[in-house]
Every structure is written in C-alpha cells, then in structure tokens.
Nanobody
Framework: QVHLVESGGGLVQPGGSLRLSCAAS????????MGWFRQAPGKEREFVAA????????YYADSVKRRFTMSRDNAENTVHLQMNNLKPEDTAVYYC??????????????????WGQGTQVTVSS
C-alpha cells in the first residue's frame, strides 16, 4: 500500500508561483510513475502532469506546458510540481497519484492506483 501526502498549496496572485510536493511511503517508489491531477468545483478531475520512474520523461497537459515543471527525487520518495505564471483557471484541488504499470496511459486518472488527499491551490487577486 502506497500512502501519498501533498503539501504546498495556498493562495497566490495571478502571475505568481507555487511549488507542490508529494511525499510517498510504502511500496517501492522508484517503480511508480507519478502524476498530478486537479479538480475545480463543478468540473471533472483532469490530468496536469506525470513523470516516469527515473524522472527521465515527463508529460504535461497543454494548458500547463511551459508553465509547470514536474520533478522527482527517488532518494527522498518525493515528487514536486513547480507552477509558474499561475492563472485564475489553475484554481483547483491538486492531487498526487501513482501507478505501477508503465504501459498504461499517464493521462488517464483510471490508470492510477494510489491517490493523495489533495491540496488546494487558489489563484486570485
């Protein structure tokens, strides 16, 4: 059983930055692809970013490309999501997720087996 805990959310003005972190325990962290998803009120959960087991390959939703960067530290069992130039439409609860199957789609939430509780990100002036 993998346990995921997100941190780093908060209130930020448009154009600002936040760095989310996700700490993992249980399982073999380096075997897992890690992902970030988000869900705004009244909307479905959507893919944000993912990173493969080694950190050598990352994937991003079109809406966050060139603004968000995902990274991982297998020695510390953590992943990070650096979010720059934040926009009001980035407001959502952000969830960390992990999956063991390297061949399932990185952008489908149903591919992921383990989820954190989420952290709120609010972008507002």
């Amino acid at each position: 059983q993998v346990h995921l805990v997100e941190s780093g959310g908060g209130l930020v003005q448009p154009g600002g930055s936040l760095r989310l972190s996700c700490a993992a325990s249980g399982g073999i962290f380096s075997d897992h692809t890690m992902g970030w998803f988000r869900q705004a009120p009244g909307k479905e959960r959507e893919f944000v970013a993912a990173i493969n087991w080694s950190g050598g390959r990352s994937y991003y939703a079109d809406s966050v490309k060139r603004r968000f960067t995902m990274s991982r530290d297998n020695a510390e069992n953590t992943v990070h999501l650096q979010m720059n130039n934040l926009k009001p439409e980035d407001t959502a609860v952000y969830y960390c997720a992990s999956k063991r199957d390297p061949y399932s789609s990185e952008s489908f939430y149903s591919s992921y087996e383990y989820w954190g509780q989420g952290t709120q990100v609010t972008v507002s002036s």
